[in-house]
């Protein structure tokens, strides 16, 4: 028997597979180019920007405007700017230790 209560917006958003699914569910165009590029880290900051939002306090409609504007928001944080620049994963926000990044090396006069 099917449940025939229909799921909400997140549910929805949740049982997806793809990026694809998740831009086509909330209605909106992407660049295939950035999601090939940072599809895990459009994905990180969408979720990093639904985590922000008063979401259990809006009715579905406002679920759905939010997520879908969300979604926006981090696809277009990568049309522009690298994964790295954007520093959406962890791995590119973290300290790592005592490594020097190459910029730091000055040649030594002789």
Known sequence: MTDPTPA????R?????????M???LDLPYDEAVL????LHVMKR????LD???LDQLDEDGVFREARAALQRAH???VTASPRQQKALKVFSQSHG???PLEGLRPIAR
């Open 13 to 21: 958003m949740r049982a997806l597979s793809s990026a694809e699914d």
């Open 23 to 25: 831009f086509a569910l």
């Open 98 to 100: 005592n490594m020097l």
């Open 36 to 39: 090939n590029r940072a599809r």
């Open 46 to 49: 969408l979720g990093d920007y």
């Open 8 to 11: 909400g917006v997140l549910d």
């Open 52 to 54: 922000r939002l008063p």
């Open 76 to 78: 277009d944080d990568f």
